[in-house]
């Protein structure tokens, strides 16, 4: 049975269906047959560089490589660490494993579930080459005290933004406060397309132009391979239907962000009850899923799936925990505030093609959940 409000929708693409079909046509179709890195690519790089700024925005594989491509451009190698979030998304551990360094947990921020400055403070060692704070979920990291730590210890910043794009703290876009930023085109994600996809953003053109040969077996069409790179290019008809999305990504967020406040209004009143809602405000909120904080979190779950709400937990191990990373972490070491994160988050549905009747389905079950405590 599905869900009366699923976690997320079910017809993700329905409103674009005639234009999907359009564009296949006219990418297939196209006398140049350029499927990947072609117009369409460079016109989407160029329609990102405008958004955010950035002196240069790189189309890639997916946001995972852009991750990658982001610390092999800043020369990460055998031996060097690098600062990830211990409760994120495992792309921000594997990258860094996948060039030879070492990923170096530090545990989050207990009320934004990101990267916490000070407990990255204190695993900075002579080997720390970069930090990689990852925006999640409902907030955006905040980036000065990681820029602070980058100039004092001479090390770099790589943002991930991949769910985050089109958020912005004190007037800077996400993804344009790191050294290199990352935007992620998943089909789930706030700008989430119809296959893989990232983008790479930086100010630095030479960064850029790194970025560019090494998503391309280290070669700018020219086949003569100047860098080991890898195999991370853009699919035009994931570009094409990126431009297709773009100018309507704002209205899109902007009903995101309804949503969300609606929800902050409601459950204002039940953070002494044993469920707490994430912080509320504009500035520096990137709402790709609203996640909540209960005590009893398994009830609460249940008691939802029994009202007909979808919802998900996100990561109940921390990273560090995972088999996959289990060789790459010193024994005894902590990360107390994941594993309570791990514990006790459940994220609600939010996604933009919620009615009204819809969020106060989700809202009516919570309260109602609340008031039985
Ligand atoms: C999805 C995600 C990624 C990876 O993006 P893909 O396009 O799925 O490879 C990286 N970091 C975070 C925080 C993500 O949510």
């Known amino acids: 049975m599905t869900a009366a409000v699923p976690f997320a929708p079910a017809r993700l693409f329905d409103t674009d269906r005639e ?47 852009a991750l990658l491509l982001a610390l092999h451009a ?30 170096v947990f530090a545990d989050v921020d207990p009320r934004l579930m990101v990267l916490d400055p000070v407990d990255t403070q204190a695993r900075i060692t002579t080997r720390t080459r970069a930090v990689m704070p990852a925006h999640l979920f409902s907030g955006m990291a905040d980036m000065r005290p990681f820029r602070q730590l980058g100039r004092k210890h001479g090390i770099a910043v790589v ?24 935007y992620s085109f998943f089909p789930a994600k706030p700008f989430g397309g119809i296959g893989e996809g990232g983008v790479v953003l930086t100010d630095d053109p030479e960064r850029g132009r790194r970025v560019r040969l090494l998503r391309d077996h280290g070669q700018d069409g020219s086949r003569v391979s100047e860098l080991l790179g890898h195999s991370s290019r853009f699919d035009e008809v994931v570009a094409a239907f990126q431009l297709h999305r773009l100018p ?10 309804a949503i969300a406040d609606r929800y ?36 609460l779950r249940d008691h939802l799936a029994a009202r007909g709400v979808g919802t998900r937990i ?13 060789e790459c972490v010193p024994a005894g070491d902590g990360w107390p505030v994941s594993e309570r994160l791990g514990r006790q988050n459940l994220a609600l549905p939010l996604w933009p093609g919620m009615t009204d009747e819809d969020v106060d389905r989700v809202t ?5 959940f609340a008031e039985q405590e």
């Not at 564009?23 to 329609?47: I, K, S």
């Not at 600062?83 to 030879?100: D, K, N, R, W, Y």
């Not at 309507?248 to 962000?257: M, N, Q």
């Open 248 to 257: 309507t990504l704002t209205a899109r967020l902007a009903r995101r962000a």
């Open 74 to 103: 800043l020369g990460i190698d055998a031996g060097d660490e690098v600062i990830v979030p211990a409760f994120a998304f495992p792309s921000v551990a594997s990258t860094v494993l996948e060039l030879g360094a070492t990923p």
């Open 19 to 65: 234009a999907l079909r359009r564009l296949v046509h006219e990418v297939g179709t196209d006398p140049a047959q350029r499927f990947v890195l072609g117009p369409r690519t460079a016109e989407l790089e160029r329609a990102l560089i405008e958004r955010t700024g950035a002196a240069d925005v790189v189309a890639c594989g997916s946001g995972t490589g």
């Open 159 to 182: 943002e991930d933004a991949a769910v985050a794009q089109g958020a912005t703290f004190a007037g800077v876009p996400a993804g344009r406060w790191g050294d290199l930023g990352v």
């Open 264 to 299: 902050a209004e409601r459950f204002a009143p039940l953070a002494g009850r044993g469920v707490l809602a994430p912080p509320v405000g504009r500035d520096g909120r990137c709402l790709y899923v609203y996640p909540v904080l209960a005590e009893r979190r398994d009830a």
């Open 314 to 326: 996100y990561n109940p191990v921390p990273l560090p925990r995972l088999p996959a990373f289990a």
């Open 364 to 368: 009516d079950a919570v309260c109602e």
